[in-house]
């Protein structure tokens, strides 16, 4: 669903190791919509001062210190929902119903957050529209 290209960009030949891998990729005739969503990440920025990416849609990392994983993660979970035709949607279930249950066969739960005092809950899910379109069906409160 996608394809996430990290280089060292401190590596003497990251430009020409870049034009390597783009080479190589485009030799296996995958789907342009792959190429086209790639996600560039360049690590190591921690040992560059000030490290800025001259690329477009560039992502700057230092894996070993932290510094941008949360941005990269974002924008690896936006490509894969986009790409798969998913969303992250809240809902709202009563807890005495089926709807628990059937999100965890047919959805990706994420959290599940109880309330006692009324016997709901709150279910953060990754779902797809067909199977959003189910759940209406079956549950349409």
């Known amino acids: 669903d996608l394809i996430v290209h990290v280089r060292d ?3 003497p030949e990251t430009i020409l190791q870049k ?14 919509h792959l190429l086209d969503s790639m996600v560039e ?3 190591k920025v921690d040992l560059i001062e000030r490290y800025k990416p001259t ?16 941005e990269l993660k974002q ?10 035709g998913k969303k992250i949607l809240t809902v709202n279930i009563n807890l ?13 739960v994420q959290e599940v957050e109880v309330m006692p005092e009324d016997g709901t809950a709150k279910v953060k899910v990754i779902i797809g529209s067909s199977a959003f379109g189910r759940y209406k069906n079956l549950f349409p409160n």
């Not at 034009?19 to 342009?32: D, F, K, M, Y």
């Not at 690329?55 to 949360?70: D, F, K, R, Y």
Request: without cysteine; proline residues 3%.
């Open 41 to 43: 990440v360049h690590n």
């Open 55 to 70: 690329e477009e849609n560039a992502l700057a990392v230092s894996a070993l210190h932290g510094h941008g994983l949360e």
């Open 19 to 32: 034009a390597t891998v783009l080479s190589v990729l485009r030799n296996l005739n995958l789907p342009s």
């Open 9 to 11: 960009i401190t590596h």
């Open 75 to 84: 924008e690896i979970e936006k490509k894969i929902l986009t790409a798969t």
């Open 96 to 108: 005495e119903g089926p709807q628990l249950s059937w999100l965890y066969k047919e959805a990706t």
